[in-house]
């Protein structure tokens, strides 16, 4: 069964930088890409990014100036980084398995979401 | 605001069927791509309920069917169960500026 752990800070501050990593059980990361979207208090799911092993990545147009997407596939994980936050990026960020029918992408995987705070 | 619109609630009671709908524009569900469904129950993580406009993954139940005609989408729920009270998104494919992933802004289903 695949199984993906989000990991990182609880609580940053603002003008800082975010980062998260998506540590992948159960599957390899350079079987499929691989995404982030996240969901602020009250509001729907927004797509961040997403990314293959070797390196292919897209970026959310919105968030792009401020995102970084990575994978190690020695450690089968996959890194975020936001530079920049404010409260808006308050959100719990999930990391998510993705696959592509050829129609465009999906989400059949996803990890339980941490929950990242911005505030001084 | 999101891409695809959703409405923000929407109810039923037991056993009864409820629809969802979501509606996008010429660049997304108007194209050539397909429409997600996904289930978000308080704490759990999303869970995959239709993939590629009318397709279950396995474990699914049958009473989650979905559908797209032109720019919009469709999720319906027959046989009303407590436990599908959730929130509900559909998800899929923009083209505009270099192309990415958009998603409805959620509808809350209530099980009276």
């Known amino acids: 069964q695949v199984q993906l752990q989000e990991s990182g800070p609880g609580l940053v501050k603002p003008a800082e930088t975010l980062s998260l990593t998506c540590t992948v059980s159960?599957?390899?990361?350079?079987?499929?890409?691989w995404g982030w979207i996240r969901q602020s208090p009250g509001k729907g799911l927004e797509w961040i990014a997403n990314?293959?092993?070797?390196?292919?990545?897209n970026y959310n147009p919105s968030l792009k100036s401020r995102v970084t997407i990575s994978a190690d596939a020695s450690k089968n994980q996959v890194s975020l980084k936001l530079r920049s936050v404010t409260a808006a990026d308050t959100a719990v960020y999930y990391c998510a398995r993705e696959k592509n029918n050829g129609y465009g992408e999906f989400y059949d995987f996803w990890g339980q979401g941490t929950l990242v705070s911005v505030s001084s | 605001q999101s891409v695809l619109t959703q409405p923000p609630s929407v109810s039923g009671a037991p056993g009864q069927t409820v629809t969802i709908s979501c509606t996008g524009s010429s660049s997304n569900i108007g194209a050539i791509y397909d429409v997600q469904w996904y289930q978000i129950s308080p704490g759990t993580a999303p869970k995959l309920i239709i993939y590629g406009n009318n397709n279950r993954p396995s474990g699914v139940p049958d009473r989650f069917s979905g559908s797209k005609s032109g720019a919009s989408a469709s999720l319906a729920i027959t046989g009303l169960r407590a436990e599908d009270e959730a929130d509900y998104y559909c998800q899929s494919y923009d083209a505009t500026l270099s192309g990415y992933v958009v998603f409805g802004g959620g509808t809350k289903l209530t099980v009276l």
């Open positions: 990314i293959y092993y070797s390196g292919t990545t």
């Open positions: 159960g599957d390899s990361i350079t079987s499929h890409y």
